[in-house]
């Protein structure tokens, strides 16, 4: 069974740090495009930041650049999101998902190009 799952959401305070990570089931992480995704209350998902298996491209969503970091531990078939300096809007259900090799990272994050979706794990910033 392929299977996505998050951990490490919870709720911080602005400024703060958390780092999400999503391990794979049943598939290598590694032979796919990757990405993050979240959707706040009363707003449309959006992709985060995704990057690619083929030449380790990323993408990020201007609102998030410079603050959050994607990368990817093959050994441990997980990907992970370092988010830095977080802020209240950063609030949201984010989600791990993956999509063929051959899915840009912009036809992913911008187009939402996906095969697998995780579960979600949500990230609170508030004080």
């Known amino acids: 069974q392929l299977q996505l799952v998050e951990s490490g959401g919870g709720l911080v305070q602005p400024g703060g740090s958390l780092r999400l990570s999503c391990a794979a089931s049943?598939?290598?992480?590694?032979?796919?495009?990757i990405g993050w995704f979240r959707q706040a209350p009363g707003k449309e998902r959006e992709g985060v930041s995704c990057i690619s298996s083929r030449d380790s491209s990323t993408y990020y969503i201007d609102s998030v650049k410079g603050r959050f970091t994607i990368s990817r531990d093959n050994a441990k078939n997980t990907v992970f999101l370092q988010m830095n300096s977080l802020k209240p809007e950063d609030t949201a259900v984010y989600y791990c998902?993956?999509?063929?090799?051959?899915?840009?990272?912009?036809?992913?994050?911008?187009?939402?190009?996906?095969?697998?979706w995780g579960q979600g794990s949500q990230v609170t910033v508030s004080s």
């Open positions: 998902a993956a999509s063929s090799p051959f899915t840009t990272v912009q036809g992913m994050c911008i187009h939402q190009y996906v095969n697998y």
């Open positions: 049943g598939f290598t992480l590694d032979y796919y495009t």
